[in-house]
Structures are given as C-alpha cells and as structure tokens.
C-alpha cells in the first residue's frame, strides 16, 4: 500500500479517546481521525503527536496504518527549539491556503525542521524559513528591482511602505529607505539556496531580521503569531 507523508502541525482531542490531526502534505493540508489516540495501552497514540513526521494510509477521514518517520526529539527536548518550531507549525495552518505550491512547501518545511531540529545555529534557518516563505507565500518583496518601474540600476534601498527596493529616479522624499544591513541579510537569504546556506552558514542581524518579517507579515497578510497561547497549551 501506498504511505503519504505527512507532518503534524495540529492536534485535537476529539470524541471520547480520538484525535484530530492536522498535517502538511505535499498536497496541503490533511485532517484525519485517529481512534484510539488517546488511549494509554494500544500504539495508535503514537501517531497523533504534535510536531511528527508519519507515512500513513486514510480510509474514509480515519487513519488507518502508520509508521512514525521523525519525532524530533532534539527540538522536543529544547524549550528555545520548541518555541520557534511551533510559531512555525502555527504559521503553516494559519496561512496554508496563501501557500502557492504545496509541493515545494512540504519539503522545505521538512528540511527547515530537520535543520532545526540538528542544527547548532537554528536561529538562523528560523530566519530563512520567514524570508523565502515570502515566496512560496505569493508576497514576495521586490529585492532585485525597482518595485516601481522593474529597473535594475541605481537601487537606494528596500521602502517598506512600497513592498520593494526603490531606485534613485522613482524615489520620493516620504519614502524611508530600510536599514541597509537588514536588507543585505534579508536579500542573501532571500536568493541564496537553501543547500547554499547549509554549507555556508554566516552572521545576521537576528532581531533586525525578525523585525523586518513580524512587520512584514502583518502588513501584507495580516498575520500576528498567537503561539505565545498555543505554547501554553503544550506545556
Ligand atoms: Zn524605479
């Protein structure tokens, strides 16, 4: 039988000892029901984790075989880990729908969390998960051109306000340019692939960085972590 792989970003306690689960697919996102998940004695509890890779089989919205791929242990037994993976889980089921190609999503979501997960440095692919989500997300900022007449020349900087880089023929006097630091990490990450990256690992200005995404997302999906609430829910 065929398995499809899925991670679990969400879980609920559902009828008298089921769960829901909620999983990124490279087709979106799943739910299904898992009997029995809420049971000590039996296995099935095993596959309704938080923050786990499963290959499974459905049947009619039910789960009905299972293997568990990846628990995540390192992450799980980080508290500094476990926070910034689940404002990621959160953010994936939030904003799914924006998602523009759930293939590609899948997987660098599955490589963003095993680099998390076995990385010493995982604020910085914390970072590069935000940036080139932006991408994937359909709310990419213009970062190699004028984002008001598409040239290539003579940019002056990134102006938040405008979504993009402005060059010295298009740029007004209310414009404010963003801090250049910022901007020249958020554009390595941006366009540096991602085995790049890996390979080749530097300094960035996390809290600036962050800034810049928090703003970012909210301003152009309206989108505001409330994980602080979820994080609670775990504990
Ligand atoms: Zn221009």
């Known amino acids: 039988m065929e398995l499809t792989e899925g ?8 009828k008298e000892s089921s769960k829901l689960i909620y999983m990124i697919t490279d087709r979106g996102l799943a739910s299904l029901e898992v009997k029995g998940a809420n049971k000590i004695n039996g296995h099935s509890h095993l596959y309704a984790n938080l923050l786990s890779k499963i290959a499974f089989s459905e049947n009619k919205h039910f789960l009905s075989s299972a293997k568990v791929l990846d628990n995540y ?8 880990r476990l926070e910034v993976t689940l404002k990621i889980l959160e953010l994936s089921y939030t904003l799914i729908e924006h ?22 440095n995982y604020l910085f ?8 989500t932006l991408y994937l997300l359909g ?20 102006v938040f306000s405008r979504g993009g880089m402005i060059c010295r023929n298009c740029y007004k006097t209310s414009d404010s340019i963003y801090d250049k630091d910022v901007t020249v990490d958020i554009i390595k990450l941006y366009y540096t692939k991602l085995d790049a ?3 080749n690992e530097f300094d960035i200005n996390y809290n600036g960085i962050k800034d ?24």
């Open 73 to 80: 242990v390192n992450i799980k037994n980080d508290f500094n």
């Open 7 to 14: 991670i679990i970003i969400k879980t609920i306690n559902y």
């Open 99 to 120: 998602i523009t190609d759930f293939e590609i999503y899948y997987h660098f979501l599955s490589e963003i969390l095993d680099l998390i997960n076995n990385k010493d």
């Open 212 to 235: 810049f995404y928090i703003r970012y997302y909210s301003d152009y999906l309206g989108y505001n972590s409330k994980s602080k609430n979820i994080f609670d829910k775990v504990k």
């Open 197 to 199: 990256l890996k390979e």
């Open 139 to 158: 709310i990419a900022p213009s970062l190699n051109a004028c984002v008001n007449c598409g040239k290539k020349e003579n940019l002056l900087g990134f």
């Open 125 to 132: 692919y914390e970072s590069i998960f935000y940036i080139k």
